[in-house]
Each structure stands twice: as structure tokens, then as C-alpha cells.
């Protein structure tokens, strides 16, 4: 693909040109079903459609609890009539638009083609009770029942990624596909993601569940929809877990059968993963042993799963590697400082208030407080040299407690403008044969999304690394008088020159190399300290 024509289309979303000269049938089609345009509404639409259906389930779940029916019946029968219009609407409109869709416009009744597709059923299924009940007597369960139905929907948007999952992965082993489904990879598609946002969707589900069961009036009127619903994340936990161990090998670093499973096992994400689902079992295993109800509040460890779908966690982690032995002084300052204030609190007011200064431990609570600014007054001196050692500590505190805030947030700052740089000089490299690939593309699109950068701002980099590209096989073609009169030619000329160098001495063997100079002596000692500089950076970059 030539980068002057396709680089910006293929890398971002592609603008989308629709002429408004189309007849209003193409013209709509255009604009809400065409899955083959880009930046149409035709995702959009199917994303809230899916986000309906799953919300119709969940009310299902709610009317069947009594209690909360007879409360919130009128809430349900009106999100009831709102969905059934919205499904409504999207089947008029699909039965309106079918003689543009490539399916059923080459046949001549194509609306009647629709109408006996499998799809087109399915979302007469979805409507089709709610229509009946004015004309028919039915029984609200069965109508319930009937209204599951519309979970038949998602099959539209599921069917599609999966054929286009089974052509891209035509040839490969179940374990490839496996890991394409489970792990990022130019061969996931539109199926990881659909498979990654039903992860995170029960991730979300499931740590509300907990939160709401520690409510007594909700856990007492789901208390069965609660053990249902966890039994249910579990299973799809466990699942998820088992298919990240068996297809982890192929991932790069994780290729040994043994080995690189108990890698994967020992990484970070890996325990988050075992811990949502370890309370679960231990709790089935050995409740007749012990009392493990306790462990059912680290269900909440759940939410943690939801880093692996954020860069800003990974980012965040490689700040705090970097600037951990600044912190970790800070932290020793900030400890020091809290067990002398605790020891002070305690000199100046156990005799005054000796059932809250009982002790130095006990005292080490009110000099958190104090440091940190918190006050929350349970605790407060009494005494003269209590109060004053109060107010100069929590002016102390203001300014030492502050220190890993500012590090982090300035740190945090550098990294993202570090990693921007870094996305910068891979696309100068990428740039360099004036092709984009595919592999290539997909680098910069989750490098761009990991990034939190825009459509604009990925073009952007993308027309300043050209800039920079152009600049410096420009400049390789100009004398060295033409170069020096101008700066910026002058920089990128020896940036050029300088790269030459370090990638001459990775080539290079050292030892040979200083053998023939030092008998030679066709370099000066400058030069050998240079070269000798040069070298030791690039061993250290390479060994880091």
C-alpha cells in the first residue's frame, strides 16, 4: 500500500463521502446498513441495538422477582413499549432498504426475499408478541418467555464476525484459532472484540451483583438471582481462564508447552484471573471445613480484569518501575515522619486523653490524618504543645504528602510523551520503504488506541514523520556547505550520521576493531574515545 494515497484511510477510520445526489433509498442504505462503508452509522446501530437486547434480558430477570414487579411494573411496561417501537423501526427499515442489500437485490421480490431470512424472523420474533396480545388472549409467563426471544437478535451482529473470523483463520490449527479469539492478533477481527466486550460486560455485571448483595433489602428479595448470576460469571471466568492457558503458546515468550504455560500462569494477569474465580470454588470445596463466607468480598478483585483491556494501567506500571526508588525515599520520608508525630502526639497528650493517646500505635492513626490533611476530628489534641505540633505537622504534611502525587503525575506525563515519541520513530521506520502493511497498520492502531490519540492526531504524526523522512533524504543529497547553512538540515544530517555510527558499531567486532586501530593508530584518541563512547551506550541499550 503507497503511503501517499492509502496510509491515513488504512490506519484510521476512512471520512466518509456519500453523495447526496443518490436516489433516498441508496442514499439511506448508505448511511445506516452498508457494512461495507466506512464511518457510516451501520456499527453504531448495531452496537446499541445489541446494548437493548441485553438490557431487555436483564428487565425479564427483574419482573420475574415479585416484589420488585409490583413496585416498578409501569417502568417495565413502558421500557417494554420503547423497545418494541425501536425493534419495530429497525425492521420497517429493513424491510424498507432490502432492495439494496447485495443478499436480496438480485432477486426480484427482494422485500419478500427479507421477510423469509433467517434474520428477518428473528426480528419479527422480537416484536411480533407484544403485537399479538391485543389480539390474542395470552398469558403474561408465556409472553415473558416469548419476549427471551429477542436475545435471538445478537445472532445479526455475531454471525457476521464469525465467517469473517473463519475465512481470516482458513488453514490454521484450533489452538491458533483459539488464540486469535482469546488474545489481540491480526487475525481476531471483529470476533475479539465482540469476545472482549462480553468479558468486560461480565466483569461489570458480576461486581455490581456484589456490591448490591451486601444491601439486605436486595439480597433479600434476589438472593437466588444472585447465587444464579455468580455460578454463571464463574463458569465463563473458568473458561476464559482455561482458554488463555491452553492457547498462551503461542504467544511470543510464552512457547514451551510447560514452561511458557507457568509464565503465563505467574503473570500478573493471570493470578487477577485465578483470584475472581478461586473464592468461588474454595468456598464449594471447603465450606465444610471452615467458614469461608469472608472471601466472597474479594469477588471484587473482578474489576481488576478490566486493566488488561486499558493501556493507561500498563503505562501507569511502567511509571512506577521507573521512578520507584524516588518514591520509595518519599515513602521511608513519609513513614519516618508519621512515627515521630505519633511518638510526639503520644508525649503531649496521653496524660491529657489517655483512652485515645494510649499507646504509639494507637497514636500513629491520628498522625495519618494529621499529615495527610484529613482531619476527620475524632481524634484531636487537647493540650497547648499538642495543638501547636498539630498545625506545624500539617503544614509539613501538605507539602510531604504531596511528593508521589506530583512524581506520578509528572512521570506519567513524561511516559505518554516518551511513548508518542516512540510511535513517532517506529513510523519514520515504517516509513522507509514507503509502504504501510497490514501488520504494520495494526501496530499503529493499538499503539494510537493504547495511546488514547485521535483520528487527527494520528494523521498528524503520521504527516510529521514524512516530514522528518523527506527532510533527511533531502538532506543526504546536498553538499556539506549547503547542509551547514542551515540548522535544521545541519541536526538531521548528523542525526543521520550519528545512527550510521551506532549501527556500525553493533556490526562491528570490538575487539578486532581496537586491535587494528591501536596498531595502526589511524584514529586519535578522541576519536577512540568516540567510538569507545558510542559503543558502551549501545551494549547498555541493547543488555536493557
Keep these: 500500500m503507497q503511503i501517499n494515497d492509502l496510509e491515513a484511510q488504512l490506519i484510521t477510520d476512512h471520512e466518509t463521502h456519500i453523495s447526496s445526489d443518490l436516489p433516498f433509498r441508496q442514499w439511506l442504505y448508505a448511511w445506516l446498513l452498508n457494512p461495507h462503508i466506512e464511518g457510516n452509522y451501520q456499527k453504531t446501530i448495531d452496537r446499541w441495538i445489541a446494548i437493548l437486547i441485553v438490557a431487555n434480558l436483564f428487565v425479564l430477570i427483574f419482573e ?3 416484589a420488585i414487579n409490583a413496585i416498578y411494573s409501569t417502568w417495565f ?63 403474561l409467563r408465556y409472553l415473558r418467555f416469548l419476549r427471551l426471544l429477542r436475545i435471538l437478535k445478537l445472532f445479526r451482529v455475531l454471525i457476521p464476525a464469525y465467517k469473517a473470523f473463519k475465512i481470516a483463520n482458513e488453514g490454521r490449527t484450533f489452538r491458533q484459532r483459539v488464540h486469535a479469539l482469546v488474545f489481540p492478533s491480526a487475525y481476531g477481527g471483529e470476533l475479539h472484540n465482540l469476545y472482549d466486550s462480553f468479558i468486560v460486560v461480565w466483569v461489570i455485571v458480576s461486581v455490581l451483583a456484589v456490591i448490591l ?71 464449594v470445596f471447603l465450606h465444610h471445613l471452615i467458614d469461608l463466607r469472608f ?26 518501575a521507573r521512578e520507584w526508588p524516588v518514591m ?60 501547636a505540633m498539630t498545625i506545624v505537622l500539617a503544614l509539613i504534611g501538605i507539602g510531604i504528602f504531596a511528593i508521589p502525587a506530583a512524581l506520578l503525575s509528572s512521570a506519567f506525563s513524561d511516559q505518554l510523551k516518551s511513548d508518542r515519541e516512540a510511535l513517532v520513530n517506529k513510523l519514520f521506520e515504517m516509513l522507509s520503504d514507503g509502504n504501510i502493511d497490514e ?23 503520521i504527516e510529521k514523520a514524512k516530514r522528518e523522512r523527506e527532510l533527511m533524504d533531502d538532506v543526504a543529497t546536498l553538499p556539506l556547505h549547503k547542509i551547514a547553512a542551515n540548522t535544521d538540515h545541519t541536526i538531521e544530517h548528523f542525526k543521520h550520521l550519528l545512527g550510521q555510527v551506532r549501527q556500525l558499531s553493533l556490526l562491528t567486532d570490538q575487539d578486532k576493531f581496537h586491535a587494528a586501530v591501536d596498531s595502526s593508530e589511524r584514529l586519535t584518541e578522541t576519536d577512540k574515545k568516540l567510538w569507545t563512547l558510542i559503543a558502551l551506550q549501545q551494549s547498555a541499550s541493547k543488555e536493557h
Design 64 to 66: 420475574h422477582v415479585p
Design 77 to 139: 411496561h413502558y421500557f417494554d413499549v420503547a423497545s418494541v417501537v425501536i425493534f419495530t423501526i429497525e425492521y420497517l427499515v429493513r424491510f424498507y432498504l432490502a432492495p439494496e442489500d447485495e443478499e436480496f437485490k438480485k432477486h426480484r421480490f427482494a422485500r419478500a426475499k427479507y421477510a423469509t431470512s433467517p434474520f428477518a424472523i428473528i426480528d419479527l420474533i422480537a416484536i411480533l408478541p407484544f403485537f399479538l396480545q391485543a389480539f390474542i388472549s395470552i398469558d
Design 213 to 283: 448483595e451486601s444491601v439486605h433489602s436486595v439480597h433479600y428479595l434476589l438472593n437466588m438471582e444472585f447465587l444464579i448470576l455468580d455460578a454463571i460469571a464463574v463458569s465463563i471466568f473458568t473458561l476464559e481462564y482455561t482458554l488463555r492457558m491452553y492457547c498462551c503458546v503461542e504467544e511470543p515468550g510464552y512457547k514451551k508447552a510447560v514452561a511458557g504455560r507457568l509464565k503465563m500462569a505467574k503473570s500478573t494477569s493471570s493470578i487477577i484471573d485465578l483470584l475472581a474465580i478461586a473464592p468461588f470454588f474454595l468456598e
Design 295 to 320: 472471601m466472597r468480598v474479594f469477588r471484587l478483585l473482578r474489576l481488576l480484569k478490566l486493566t488488561r483491556y486499558t493501556g493507561a494501567t500498563q503505562s501507569l506500571m511502567k511509571v512506577i
Design 328 to 387: 520509595a525515599a518519599s515513602a521511608f520520608i513519609m513513614l519516618l515522619l508519621v512515627v515521630m508525630t505519633a511518638s510526639l502526639g503520644y508525649l503531649f497528650e496521653h496524660e491529657a486523653q489517655p483512652e485515645k493517646f494510649e499507646n504509639i500505635p494507637q497514636s500513629i492513626y491520628w498522625a495519618v490524618i494529621t499529615l495527610a490533611s484529613v482531619g476527620y476530628g475524632d481524634i484531636s489534641p487537647v493540650t497547648p504543645a499538642g495543638r
Design 439 to 461: 501488520e504494520e497498520a495494526l501496530y499503529i492502531k493499538t499503539e494510537a488506541k493504547r495511546l488514547h490519540l485521535s483520528d487527527e492526531e494520528v494523521k498528524l504524526l
